[in-house]
């Protein structure tokens, strides 16, 4: 399952629907948070859904056809694949492949974990190209960090194990016992706030580096104030967010 936000709820659903480059019906879609306006362009919330891919029910097969109805017969060619052949083949191979690439890593994680002493349990879970592996152990701070420097470090190296292993066009996130979803609400929070003092002050505000995916909550939560604009500054990996009043 995978979220996604919009301005509403339904240009969030469809976000999700040409993410997964499917219809309605062969989703889940759950409604995580509804729109906010906010006041003076502050405390202002796109919606977010879940979606979660699952298969076409048997009820929605098409009927068969009666002799009738049946369009003409086409003559293929010997050994001419048949296109529809063709499309079962290249989904499949793709879940192959992010399924290979989603064991291999969890399992370089859980090789690099193991040194460090700390006991873990990885599952993990494949939508589309985005890998999510989430982390059960009993020492979750430990594994977190001060504002999240541990875990982001380790999904650096699960992202660039990835890479190295011709799997770029996969991504990869790690989680322990919802850390990501607490975070991105502080970052948020951290946004609006900051968005207030740089009003309030009328000069710039710049904040703590922080990895790239933290720095688009940033920018996507203050997308549409229209009191100030946001833009990064810095090299990776010490790259931070700036708002300032316009």
Same mark, same amino acid.
């Given at each position: 399952?995978? +979220?996604?936000?919009?301005?509403?709820?339904? @240009?969030?659903?469809?976000?999700?629907?040409?993410? =997964? @480059?499917?219809? +309605?019906?062969? #989703?889940?879609?759950?409604?995580?948070?509804?729109?906010? +306006?906010?006041?003076?362009?502050?405390?202002?919330?796109?919606?977010?859904?879940?979606?979660?891919?699952?298969?076409? /029910?048997?009820?929605?097969? @098409?009927?068969?056809?009666?002799?009738?109805?049946?369009?003409?017969?086409?003559?293929?060619?010997?050994?001419?694949?048949?296109?529809?052949?063709?499309?079962?083949?290249?989904?499949?191979?793709?879940?192959?492949?992010?399924?290979?690439?989603?064991?291999?890593?969890?399992? *370089?994680?859980?090789?690099?974990?193991?040194?460090? &002493?700390? /006991? #873990?349990?990885?599952?993990?879970?494949?939508?589309?190209?985005?890998?999510?592996?989430?982390?059960?152990?009993?020492?979750? &701070?430990?594994?977190?960090?001060?504002?999240?420097?541990?875990?982001?470090?380790?999904?650096?190296?699960?992202?660039?194990?990835?890479?190295?292993?011709? !799997?770029?066009?996969?991504?990869?996130?790690?989680?322990?016992?919802? *850390?990501?979803?607490?975070?991105?609400?502080?970052?948020?929070?951290? !946004?609006?706030?900051? !968005?207030?003092?740089?009003?309030?002050?009328?000069?710039?505000? *710049?904040?703590? /580096?922080?990895?790239? =995916?933290?720095?688009?909550?940033?920018?996507?939560?203050?997308?549409?104030?229209? =009191?100030?604009?946001?833009?990064?500054? &810095?090299?990776?990996?010490?790259?931070?967010?700036?708002?300032? /009043? +316009?």
């Amino acid at each position: 399952m995978t +979220r996604f936000k919009g301005e509403t709820v339904e @240009a969030a659903v469809q976000k999700g629907l040409a993410d =997964f @480059a499917t219809q +309605r019906e062969n #989703v889940k879609i759950t409604v995580v948070s509804e729109p906010k +306006r906010g006041f003076l362009g502050f405390g202002k919330r796109p919606a977010e859904v879940e979606i979660t891919l699952i298969s076409a /029910p048997q009820s929605e097969v @098409a009927p068969a056809l009666t002799t009738s109805d049946r369009a003409p017969e086409t003559i293929t060619q010997p050994g001419a694949p048949k296109e529809a052949d063709q499309t079962l083949s290249e989904a499949t191979q793709q879940v192959t492949k992010i399924t290979g690439a989603a064991t291999e890593v969890t399992a *370089y994680l859980t090789d690099i974990i193991s040194h460090l &002493g700390i /006991p #873990v349990d990885l599952t993990d879970q494949t939508t589309h190209r985005h890998i999510k592996v989430d982390i059960q152990t009993p020492q979750e &701070g430990l594994l977190i960090g001060k504002h999240g420097r541990t875990i982001n470090a380790l999904q650096t190296l699960a992202q660039m194990y990835l890479n190295h292993h011709r !799997a770029s066009h996969f991504t990869v996130e790690l989680d322990i016992a919802g *850390y990501r979803e607490r975070r991105e609400q502080t970052l948020e929070q951290l !946004a609006d706030r900051t !968005a207030r003092r740089a009003v309030a002050d009328g000069k710039p505000v *710049y904040l703590d /580096p922080m990895p790239s =995916f933290e720095r688009k909550v940033i920018h996507a939560t203050l997308a549409e104030n229209e =009191f100030v604009t946001t833009y990064s500054a &810095g090299r990776e990996p010490r790259r931070s967010v700036v708002v300032a /009043p +316009r």
